[in-house]
């Protein structure tokens, strides 16, 4: 019994697409090659619409190029390397989550930490050395995150020597925890990044929440997205 034929905007509609998208996602692999009618037009199957519903399910949770290489993937016939892809998605999210907590921590060990030996001296400013002495670590490693952007003190116009503020006091301890915690400088960097553009510690608290959102919302994502592609996976590749 031959199966239901249906037309690009057939596909098209039912996600609010143009036809040209579905065009460009068979070209791209993301649909498997579809039949053509004696006069040349293409001609999809159900099968086609589960392939399309399996990527824009995808998408949300792994990323549109990852989502485009997994369905690429299973349309070859390649199924367990596009599951390898899906398993480094899942990998990549359990690694999120752990900087995530690895922040939290950090934020929790710089404020229950009290006392004047970690207050910027006089005027609210304190130099290299001072800090370096505070944190345990010498003053090559300051200079070291100063230049990969952990960092960033003013030089004072005079002396030409660095001068730390309370705010780059608090990157600092706060590069600290987290390079204890094993995380490499290029990720430190816009963890550091975030605490500047909230404000500070008290305002990143909102950002935290927002981080742990998104992370559900991501790993909800691929719930669904392997919903859709395991269906498309038991309704089987299109028939030539």
Partial sequence: MPRERLRPVDLAREHGLSTQAIRNYEEAGILPP???????YRAYTPAHAGALRAFLALV????????????QE????????????????????????????????????????DGPAERPGPGGVTFIGPL???LGIRPATLRKWEAAGLVNPRRDPQTGYRVYTAADVRDARLAHQLRRGGY??????????QVRTAGGL?????TLRNW?????ARGRAMLSGAAALDAYLHEGLPED
Avoid: K, W, Y
């Avoid at 490499?184 to 990044?193: F, K, N």
């Avoid at 008290?202 to 909102?206: Q, Y």
């Fill in 212 to 216: 742990h959102a998104r992370l559900s």
């Fill in 60 to 71: 949300p949770g792994h990323g549109h190029q990852t989502a485009t290489s997994i369905m």
């Fill in 132 to 134: 370096a002495r505070r």
């Fill in 184 to 193: 490499l400088l290029e990720q430190i960097a816009p963890l550091l990044a």
């Fill in 34 to 40: 579809a039949a053509r009618t004696p006069s040349g």
């Fill in 74 to 113: 299973v349309n070859r016939g390649a199924v367990e390397q596009a599951l390898r892809l899906i398993d480094e998605s899942h990998a990549q999210l359990l690694e999120d989550r752990g900087t995530l907590l690895a922040v939290e921590r950090a934020l929790r060990d710089l404020t229950s930490e």
């Fill in 202 to 206: 008290a305002p990143l608290e909102a």
